[in-house]
């Protein structure tokens, strides 16, 4: 039986958080169509009776969900510097049909390659545990010291879908209250 879902809409500016962070934004490259969060970009959304980020794109490049660190960052401004160094990692529960990379980004960077860690794409609920030690690849090395926001980037779409798509159900960082 099939059981067709109705359009989560999401708020422009949130009266939801999730573990403490309430920007959770949708991103995408100028050819990758959004699908969710329908209208702006903020991607929390209330599901049955649960805080969640969550998004859905038709991608060409990427489609991310970001958010910055220090939930006192002003809407629509840089995210602020946050001291990561005594963190040693981050826990995610999330649900993905594609692998996620997980960016976490120095402050006042935009573009290029950033230290970053990949989730496995995965049907159910699932959390992961991810070092910083584990993060890589990025143009400079980690500086915990001057990090200012986490991206989950999708880059492609699912084999069995036309689409990706991202729900995220906790976001913990180890030695850090938001």
Known sequence: MLVKASPLLAQTTSL??????SQWLSGHDEQTQQLQPMQGRQALVRKRGRVEAYVKFKVKSYGE???PIDPRT??????????LSQSRWVRIRYRAN???????????THGGVHPHSTLPA???YRTCTLYFSAFTGGETPLDLTNVAKFNLALLTNAPSDPYA????RSFEIDRYTP
């Open 98 to 108: 594609v692998p996620v990379v997980v960016q976490l980004r120095q402050t006042g």
């Open 165 to 168: 798509e991202l729900s995220v």
């Open 65 to 67: 969900l970001s958010f």
């Open 122 to 124: 995965c049907s159910r």
């Open 16 to 21: 939801l958080v999730l573990d403490g962070f």
């Open 74 to 83: 002003p809407w629509g401004e840089e995210a602020r510097k946050v001291d």
